[in-house]
């Protein structure tokens, strides 16, 4: 299976925070599996830590590589759909992310609710 994290679930995957849940992280864990983690995440979390919102120990693409997780990056068939998705959800961060794994074929993990309406837009989701 390939996955696609959202950036609370990379969040939470390197905090080894509890909220993630055990399917999200028996997932995560299957060597069997490619764990993607969006260019558009690492953008994320440098804005929120730029606000003093967050703080990422240690560097994005570190944590990356340390994980084993693969780099996807921003194509323009992702700025396209991304660009072209209906406004149930303002984030741009998470309309290029939903993007992203409707292009790729990837299955969005999330915890975040307001992804929902996504789902008939050829999205799979593995909810936390």
Request: glycine fraction near 4%.
């Amino acid at each position: 299976m390939n996955l696609l994290l959202d950036t609370h679930v990379f969040l939470w995957w390197c905090d080894q925070n509890s909220r993630l849940g055990k399917e999200a992280s028996d997932a995560i864990a299957n060597p069997d599996n490619t764990i993607h983690v969006s260019l558009a995440t690492a953008w994320e979390i440098a804005i929120k830590e730029a606000l003093g919102r967050l703080k990422m120990p240690g560097l994005v693409e570190y944590a990356v590589e340390k994980n084993g997780f693969s780099q996807l990056g921003i194509s323009f068939a992702h700025a396209r759909v991304a660009g072209a998705l209906p406004l149930h959800h303002r984030d741009p961060f998470d309309r290029m992310l939903i993007a992203q794994a409707r292009v790729d074929q990837l299955v969005f993990v999330t915890h975040d609710a307001s992804i929902q309406p996504y789902e008939p837009y050829e999205i799979d989701v593995l909810w936390t």
